[in-house]
């Protein structure tokens, strides 16, 4: 792939973000990376999806400097950074502050594996993390904020590839996937198993899901007996 490729491809998947409504004026961003360069594209920060071309994405390498470009890249870039150095497998990153997903973020919950649409996508609760302490908010924030991702997933043995998101307490998610496609996917499906999760929560307190059912569910989508689809 080349780099006017994927700067194509980010630029598509930002624009996604507002065709699947999980994004308000510039809140939120998209980014890709091809791994074999070491560089990654990102959304600029405070443009507007109206005012937004292919041309106009930021290229960094893997410190964060800039390549190619005269915008000034996403103020998430540093995490985005993180979660790329930390997590090899993922492609592509997403961040958005979509309504249900927030709420739970601001109600510090993680959302639990409770229904077999979360687990087509997710194995396990969507995890929230730990609230940020003042040196980590007032240092250097959004780095902080990736390593507390990180941290998140490791301290409690959270495979990323089966659990490609999380909830940033008192922030928002942050999804991610093997392309940046896939993670715009995913933050759509956590946006919806987020709503669908307040809905089942106002009815009737969460019930313990079937383990089993959610390995059939996640099992016959992913893995090497994956049976779904075409």
């Not at 999980?22 to 405070?46: C, H, M, Q, Y």
């Not at 959302?111 to 929230?128: S, V």
């Not at 998610?173 to 198993?193: I, K, R, Y």
């Amino acid at each position: 792939m080349t780099l006017k490729e994927l700067k194509e491809i980010v630029f598509e998947a930002n624009l996604d973000l507002v065709r699947h409504h999980l994004v308000l004026f510039t809140w939120g961003n998209a980014s890709g990376i091809d791994r074999e360069r070491e560089l990654i594209v990102i959304k600029p920060s405070g443009v507007s999806y109206q005012e937004l071309t292919a041309e106009m994405l930021p290229v960094l390498d893997f410190r964060g400097n800039l390549v190619e470009g005269q915008l000034n890249p996403s103020s998430d870039t540093p995490t985005h950074l993180v979660l790329y150095r930390s997590f090899p497998e993922i492609g592509g990153v997403v961040h958005t502050h979509s309504t249900y997903a927030t709420a739970w973020s601001q109600a510090q919950r993680d959302i639990p594996a409770n229904g077999t649409t979360h687990a087509d996508y997710f194995y396990r609760e969507i995890p929230c993390t730990r609230s940020m302490t003042q040196s980590e908010v007032f240092g250097n924030y959004e780095t902080e904020t990736g390593n507390v991702i990180v941290e998140c997933f490791r301290t409690r043995q959270i495979n990323p590839v089966h659990v490609p998101g999380v909830l940033v307490a008192n922030h928002g998610p942050f999804t991610w996937g093997n392309s940046v496609h896939q993670a715009v996917e995913n933050a759509v499906v956590l946006e919806e198993v987020a709503r669908i999760m307040s809905i089942s929560d106002s009815l009737n307190p969460v019930l313990p899901m079937n383990p089993s059912l959610i390995e059939k569910h996640f099992s016959r989508k992913h893995g090497a007996y994956a049976y779904y689809g075409q």
